[in-house]
């Protein structure tokens, strides 16, 4: 297991009075001054810098899927990765904007690629088993997962990236994480099951009653690497190993929306360091991830009623990253030139 | 009084065929596509652009700062206006990150300023009347107020200009806001009266004293002119013919924070129309600032609970109204490549 350091502390105060110097009211850019304080740490630095930016979209099929969860074709997964790649989805358009590099990783599509300089081959199976019947995946399939997310995140950071979004895409998705939230915060699969892309009260039901059925049909202890292995996505799996990795590596951590959030969920049980890297990006529509957010003592940067996953709150809340690292860098302080501080 | 025409809906089902064609399931880009669709009405375009983007910071002092309303004394206007020109404030940060230029407008601040390339000379006076003891502006002095901020637009425009934000800056605006909005809505002032740029609980006591002393002693029937004059800012005032303006020539509006929306309640009440044009960019902390956005049923793009001004949330949220044109003009459509749609 990989071992993040907890951050040093010394910065804190230096930061704040960095902060608090500038020429504006104490506290009056309100989430970019927290932004800007985790990032100093992060960095453990007073002048920190963004490299690289990157989103990955990791990419996985569900054996779920056959279930009639999603009203969207398991074969969208597929087809969504080769939109990644040409260029013509929404988180193409955003990144492109913003700035941001893409990587899209076969976590596990029922599809083969060509090769591609965007797309990482790290596929560990064509879709993980249908876990109203069986399993996801094997504890060695979970644990290869792992282990890929960490190398994909080692090779970005031997390249310079310092600052990387958390991107998905899996048909039927919104139901492995909704059960990973269920048994890993021990509230009700109800509370935790949404629309996803767009089911009807109808379509919502039957999903509910299928999960429902999934979770009682597979007893299991909700320890996270069996709730993992139970219920995950390949895809969700790898990221987890890839949002343990970069921690390691002082790498800031940009989470999305429900997937993304539920694969942290999972990897701040396995170390709750990890949390003090993240940033969350974007509030999304589903249901159960205002929730899962206040589980996580998590303010998203972003509340705009989006639900399309890709990375794409990630991408849209960069700027205002970047942002925060700026005023820090870059604003005048009351020292600096003649403006008057309170009475 | 200008002519805005109300938006023609012939192109709003064909705006709406656009972006429900876009590979992504239909709705889940939430409020970029809510801004996507207005934007194209405005421009009456399926292609809209942003051109040559713009904040305006409305700069004026007010007579009722030496009732000691806010922590910060006066000369603070004038400061910051010079740090504004300087490029070291907030403000200046964002606006060069996000590709945005700056004018300040000197609607009415206590200091003679030297001639600058980003400053527009619009001087109504000093500051406006203590309202406790007069009214804040004449008449004429307010009608002044709105043909330059209307001149200062045209201007603009000529230039190619098509998206404004609308910043503010004034020591102890937030009171004039608070009584516009208050006699205007027709609320209790004590909702409307919040602690502006850091005020304490003692501080805002002493607040809503003064400005329930003011209210008293000014007598007057709510009709927004008369509103204006008695309790407004030369640099709302100034905002407020500038909105209107903006509008009459199909300009975007980019609403900032507090000041800047209750100059835009000010500006519907002299024409709903406006509102057509109106994006509104971020919810402060300010206390009555919520519910001023309900009532004018607006959803502001960020909550990043800042509470600056200078119109630093219009350009933190520049570029999630770039994102949404971009969407549009950008992603690939269900037609134009193999992607399956629902089944």
Redesign the interface.
């Known amino acids: 297991m990989v071992t993040i350091q907890p951050l040093s502390l010394d910065l804190k105060s230096k930061l704040q009075q960095k902060i608090d110097a ?11 001054e927290r932004v800007a304080l985790k990032i100093g740490l992060i960095q453990n630095s007073l002048t920190p810098k963004l490299e690289q930016p990157t989103i990955i979209i990791f990419a996985g099929d569900h054996g779920i899927a056959r279930e009639g969860v999603s ?3 398991q ?2 997964t597929y ?2 990765v ?2 990644f790649l ?1 260029g ?3 988180i ?3 990144c ?3 700035g941001l590099a893409i990587k899209v990783v076969d976590a596990g599509v029922n599809h083969e690629f060509e090769p591609h300089p965007d797309l990482i081959e790290a596929k560990i199976g064509q879709e993980t088993g249908n876990y109203l019947h069986e399993p996801a995946m094997t504890a060695a399939q979970c644990q290869t997962a792992l282990n890929k997310g960490a190398e994909i995140i080692a090779d970005l950071h031997q390249s310079g990236c310092n600052i990387v979004g958390f991107g998905d895409m899996g048909i039927s998705n919104t139901s492995s994480a909704a059960i990973l939230m269920s048994l890993l915060i021990g509230i009700p699969l109800e509370r935790c099951v949404g629309r996803g ?2 089911l009807d009260e109808g379509g919502l039901q039957k999903k509910t009653y299928i999960l429902k059925q999934a979770v009682q049909n597979r007893a299991i202890d909700p320890l996270p690497m069996t709730v993992l292995e139970t219920f995950g996505g390949f895809e969700i799996a790898m990221m987890c190993g890839a949002m343990l990795k970069a921690a390691e590596l002082d790498i800031i951590l940009l989470v999305d929306g429900f997937i993304s959030t539920t694969a942290m969920l999972v990897t701040s049980k396995l170390n709750k360091e990890v949390l003090d890297y993240a940033i969350f990006a974007h509030q999304s ?1 589903e249901r159960g991830h205002q929730q899962l957010l206040n589980y996580l003592e998590a303010e998203p ?8 996953g890709q990375g ?1 709150g990630a991408a ?1 809340a960069y ?2 990253v ?2 925060a690292i ?2 820090l860098n ?3 302080s009351f020292e ?8």
């Open positions: 500038k020429t504006k009211p104490l506290g009056s850019l309100g989430m970019l009203p969207y074709p074969a969208i087809q969504m080769l939109n040409t013509g989805a929404a193409n358009v955003f492109r904007q913003n892309t767009g529509n940067l972003l509340k705009l009623n989006m639900r399309l794409s849209l700027p205002l970047q942002s700026s005023f870059e604003m005048a600096s030139i003649e403006v008057s501080n309170r009475k």
